[in-house]
């Protein structure tokens, strides 16, 4: 399971981590520049736009399931603690 296996979830919150940046990037880019004008000519301020809503949306959700993930493993570590 993935919440059991440390470095499986480390690995998928690094490369979370890294599209997010990824698609912030690529909308900046694309919005402000004249990086890819040939694809795509049209609405690219719109299309950049979308992209790095998108990307702020991804990290507001990872963020979110770290927070969750911490808070479930300390009342694990409460629950267990309160047994002893």
């Known amino acids: 399971m993935i919440s059991e296996n440390t470095a499986l ?3 998928l919150f690094y490369f979370s981590l890294i599209m997010v940046f990824v698609y912030i990037a690529l909308g900046i880019a694309i919005a ?3 990086f890819l004008f040939d694809l795509v000519p049209n609405n690219r301020m719109v299309i950049g736009g979308i ?3 998108y ?3 991804r990290l ?3 963020n979110r399931q770290r927070k969750s993930y911490k808070f479930f493993q300390e009342q694990k570590s409460n629950n267990e603690n309160l047994s002893n």
Do not use: E, N
């Open 32 to 34: 402000f520049s004249t």
């Open 55 to 57: 990307g702020a949306f």
């Open 51 to 53: 992209l790095v809503i």
């Open 60 to 62: 507001y959700v990872l």
């Open 9 to 11: 979830r480390k690995t």
